[in-house]
T-cell receptor, first 112, second 117 residues
Framework: KQEVTQIPAALSVPEGENLVLNCSFTDSAIYNLQWFRQDPGKGLTSLLLIQSSQREQTSGRLNASLDKSSGRSTLYIAASQPGDSATYLCAVYGGATNKLIFGTGTLLAVQP | DTGVSQNPRHKITKRGQNVTFRCDPISEHNRLYWYRQTLGQGPEFLTYFQNEAQLEKSRLLSDRFSAERPKGSFSTLEIQRTEQGDSAMYLC???????????????FGPGTRLLVL
């Protein structure tokens, strides 16, 4: 059974810092991995999708990497801003199922 | 706006009542998903449609829950005889299958927050 873990559960950083969020998964047979952002009480916004054949994806200040063999992904946020404050969720899509399996998220607070 | 929409955005009901939520996916997407998210947790899969066919259901979806997508467009999720444990955010997502079989990004709606008193 696929399990997704995110560390840390919460993170507070001063504005301008670079930071890394971690995601690990137990079954490496995945099709892709997605990182989402969720603002309080809102739905999910897709940030980056990495196909299983890829090793990283970049969008603006965000860079996500994927190491399937070790079951790990990282989301790197450069030059953090208060507007980046949100919960960041990673999810894997894999095997014979058609569902995303989510981690419990990392709550990020960027202090001005 | 061509994103995923969900109605209502909030629902407060008394225990034992029935509730129904609606999801309108992105128009060209043939796949539709329902997830449930409780406080402090990531979303959990409930069920999935490809066009009008319901192809997968989670064991979280007890017999009090039913989902339909009658014409392969919008979908409804009904909860009968609600219980306090049903209080959660119900999220809908849609996607389309790519030619190579790869899974495309799932696009999520804003969710319906249910509170059962």
């Amino acid at each position: 059974k696929q399990e997704v873990t995110q560390i840390p559960a919460a993170l507070s950083v001063p504005e301008g810092e670079n930071l890394v969020l971690n995601c690990s998964f137990t079954d490496s047979a995945i099709y892709n991995l997605q990182w989402f952002r969720q603002d309080p009480g809102k739905g999910l916004t897709s940030l980056l999708l990495i196909q299983s054949s890829q090793r990283e994806q970049t969008s603006g200040r965000l860079n996500a990497s994927l190491d399937k063999s070790s079951g790990r992904s990282t989301l790197y946020i450069a030059a953090s801003q208060p507007g980046d404050s949100a919960t960041y969720l990673c999810a894997v899509y894999g095997g014979a199922t058609n569902k995303l399996i989510f981690g419990t998220g990392t709550l990020l607070a960027v202090q001005p | 706006d061509t994103g995923v929409s969900q109605n209502p955005r909030h629902k407060i009901t008394k225990r034992g009542q029935n509730v129904t939520f609606r999801c309108d996916p992105i128009s060209e997407h043939n796949r539709l998903y329902w997830y449930r998210q409780t406080l402090g947790q990531g979303p959990e899969f409930l069920t999935y449609f490809q066009n009008e066919a319901q192809l997968e259901k989670s064991r979280l979806l007890s017999d009090r829950f039913s989902a339909e997508r009658p014409k392969g467009s919008f979908s409804t999720l009904e909860i009968q005889r609600t219980e306090q444990g049903d209080s959660a955010m119900y999220l809908c997502a849609s996607s389309s299958r790519l030619a190579g079989g790869e899974r495309e990004t799932q696009y999520f709606g804003p969710g319906t927050r249910l509170l059962v008193l």
